[in-house]
């Protein structure tokens, strides 16, 4: 299964901008890089995805290394509802539903 | 449009009883996604249902655990004879189709949280 490395915690305050990093050095030509985050109790939402260009949605931006063995989940602008763990996933492209999670990145973020 | 609904939110067992997880899938969506996640670990895959078949089970314990997804009725994930390791948070997801990595995303529940005795 590909693998991702995250960083295990990060913070950040209320309104900055929020960089979470993302490793998958052994990313295959057809992995696509999804963004899940689960806030606590609850359970995992979509954030965004990409395969090669840059992405950005209304809840995040998604810069991907030119080599694709990195990424960058970008939140413009913190706020506190944005607390959770987020997850960097690895997806086949034919790989459905069957998601591998990893460990994630706790953020927390400071009023 | 109402999301993906699990029931029970929380259920307490005590070891050797059974447990019965509901999961009524995002209104159009035929597949179903069952995921458990240990205290202080991350989610982990447990089987992947359409409508009345199971298409990869291979995250399931080999004993005790059951899936199904009828063609009426939520989809129903069943633990026998549960042990205090079983306790736990199972999620559910849905999609409307078996999804390539090009069309988005899983529909997640809120969990159900099981507690064994």
């Known amino acids: 299964d590909a693998k991702t490395t995250q960083p295990n915690s990060m913070e950040s305050n209320e309104e900055e901008p929020v960089h979470l990093p993302c490793n998958h050095s052994?990313?295959?030509?057809?992995?696509?890089i999804h963004w899940y985050r689960q806030l606590p109790s609850q359970g995992p939402e979509y954030v965004i995805h990409?395969?090669?260009s840059n992405v950005n949605n209304r809840m995040a931006s998604l810069a991907i290394a030119e080599d694709r063995k990195s990424s960058t989940l970008i939140l413009h602008r913190a706020t506190l509802r944005d607390a959770a763990v987020y997850y960097c996933?690895?997806?086949?492209?034919?790989?459905?539903?069957?998601?591998?999670f990893g460990q994630g990145t706790e953020l927390s973020v400071k009023p | 449009n109402a999301g993906v609904m699990q029931n029970p939110r929380h259920l307490v067992r005590r070891r050797g009883q059974e447990a019965r997880l509901r999961c009524s899938p995002m209104?159009?969506?035929?597949?179903v996604y069952w995921y458990r996640q240990l205290p202080e670990e991350g989610l982990k895959f447990m089987v992947y249902?359409?409508?009345?078949?199971?298409?990869?089970e291979s995250g399931m314990p080999k004993e005790r655990f059951s899936a199904e997804f009828p063609k009426e009725g939520p989809s129903i994930l069943r633990i026998q004879q549960v042990v205090r390791g079983d306790s736990a948070a199972y999620f559910c997801?849905?999609?409307?189709?078996?999804?390539?990595?090009?069309?988005?995303?899983?529909?997640f529940g809120e969990g159900s949280r099981l507690t064994v005795l």
């Open positions: 249902l359409q409508k009345e078949n199971i298409i990869d």
């Open positions: 997801a849905s999609s409307p189709n078996p999804g390539t990595a090009n069309t988005g995303e899983l529909f």
């Open positions: 209104k159009g969506h035929s597949h």
């Open positions: 052994t990313i295959s030509g057809t992995d696509y």
């Open positions: 996933i690895l997806r086949g492209y034919n790989q459905g539903g069957k998601l591998i």
């Open positions: 990409g395969l090669t």
